[in-house]
Structure formats: structure tokens, C-alpha cells
């Protein structure tokens, strides 16, 4: 009875929420990833209706939309993606959306893109540009311009909504800088699941010694090699903190920890998705600013050392 009457209920807020989307007249903007669904919407404020399609805690390479969401994306007057091959499980019906001739916005197609510097990927784009706030800002830019093409948006709001975006940018960025140099030069080594924070080490000066996943996405999985290798960079570099990200179990980053066979903690990062309301990371701004503080004491020197 009780998954009867939960069903029911799940059936009647869809009910309710499609009834109000109907009673919105403002344009109506489908974004793809939860960090950009943010983005969007503190760029465009109430001047139009923002969905997201994936959900909190979710990974972006993989996650998967309904056909009730996919005939949403074929209504949608912009369609806002990440591009540069993070949508993985989405690109089917990004191609088909565009081929029918919906207005879309790729963000990394608009801003400077990195290139991974090694691993399975070497060589192709990376798409984590949110790590770096001072791209977020490019980002804004492109996304007010955007905007403000659709028929009926109201440009005036949308550009007082932009303007006050850009200030908590710039205040996020500030913080990071300041945060990150406590850090000194030689402890300014990252780890992770997966090749992540490249944009953030260009920006800020630390060094990627490596990821556990060799690849740009999750996906991929790493052999015994790459974890002999990555343990032994470990050791050449003193790592003594590696990141396991939110969206995926850090199963491996753990063994990993184990494998290394010095004292290596393992401390978690809001890396590819935002959280549900009240874990710490359910926007933009939060997330990045949860991030710092851990990248930070993660990195930190101990009192031993």
C-alpha cells in the first residue's frame, strides 16, 4: 500500500508541475547538467523558466533522460548544454534536438577550452571548465547573450540578474585565491577519481599529479598498470590527501589509498554534480566554495610535517 499511495503522489506533483508550466507564459530554457541548470538560472532570474534534466548526485557522462523529458527538449525555446563530450548519455537527443531545429547554446563551443595534458584522453578537450570561476564569468557572458535572442525574454531583468551573477563570481573567485594561497608550493599536488581540475590548476598553480580513472570520463575503468603507476607518482610526489567525488564511489580511490602504502587520506568533492538541498552543494557557488575549504585542509601542511 505505502509504494501505491507513493506512487500516486510522485504522479499528482508531475501532474501539478506540468499544469504549471502550462499556466507560465515566460520563455522556457532546458538546461542539461544541474551545474549549468544553476548557472542559467541565477544568470537569467525570473525572466524565464529554467529545467534541468539531470539530478542531483548524478554523473553527467552517464545519466539518461525520460521520453516525456526528451518531447520537453523538442518544445523548449533554448536548449543550454556543456558540450565538449560530458553529456554522454545525453548526445542522442542533443543531435536530434538541434536537427529539428531548436535553438541551442553549447557552452563550450564559447570559451577557452583546455586540452588534456595525459591519460587515455590526451590531447582532446576537457570539459570541467566550471572549476575555474574566472571562466564562469565567460560563461555568464555568453549565456546573457543568448538569452536575450528569444523572442518575448525580458532583456532588462536579464541583465540586472547577470550583473548581480557576475559580483558573487567575482567574490568566489577572490575567496579561492586567497583561500588556495595557504598552500604552499610543494603540497599543491591533486589526485582524484578522474581527470577533473585541470581548469583549476591552471588557474590557481597546482599540479595534477594524476587520477585513478586514467580518462576524461567515468566511464572508463583503470588497470592494475594504472594504479601501479598513479601509486607511484603518489609517493615521488607526498601526496597526503587524494579526492573521491560525490557523484561517484570512491571504492577505487580507496584501494588506491590502501595500495599506496603511506598515509593517504581520502576526502570527498562536489566535482561533476551538484547535491540535494542541505548536503553543502546544491549550487554553483556553495559547491565551489565547499570544494575550496577541502582542497585547502586536504593540502594544507600537518602539524608533522
Known sequence: MRRLVGTVA?????????????????PHIVVTTNILGDVVASTVGDAARVTTLMRPNADPHSFEISAREAAMMRDADLIVSNGLGLEEGLQ????????????????????DVLDYSDGDAEGTPDPHFWTDPA????????????????????????????????TELESLDQEMTDSFASIPEG?????????????????????????????????????????????????????????????QPDRLIQVLADEAGVDVEVSELFTESLAEKGEGADTYLTMMRANTERITSGLSPRPTD
Do not use: K, W
Open 187 to 247: 603540497h599543491r599536488s591533486l589526485v582524484t577519481n578522474h581527470h577533473v581540475f585541470g581548469y583549476l590548476a591552471e588557474r590557481f598553480g597546482f599540479r595534477v599529479v594524476g587520477a585513478v580513472i586514467p580518462g576524461g570520463t567515468t566511464l572508463a575503468a583503470p588497470s592494475a598498470a594504472d594504479l601501479r603507476d598513479l601509486t607511484e607518482a603518489i609517493e615521488r610526489a607526498g601526496v597526503r590527501t587524494i579526492f573521491a567525488e560525490s557523484s
Open 10 to 26: 510522485v504522479a499528482m506533483a508531475l501532474t501539478g508541475c506540468a499544469r504549471a508550466a502550462d499556466s507560465d507564459d515566460r
Open 135 to 166: 571562466r564562469m564569468l565567460d560563461v555568464v557572458d555568453g549565456l546573457e547573450a543568448a538569452v536575450t535572442d528569444i523572442d518575448g525574454i525580458d532583456e532588462r531583468a536579464v541583465e540586472q540578474a547577470a550583473a548581480e551573477y557576475r
Open 92 to 111: 542522442r537527443h542533443l543531435d536530434r534536438t538541434a536537427d529539428a531545429g531548436v535553438e541551442t547554446y553549447v557552452v563550450g563551443e564559447q570559451i
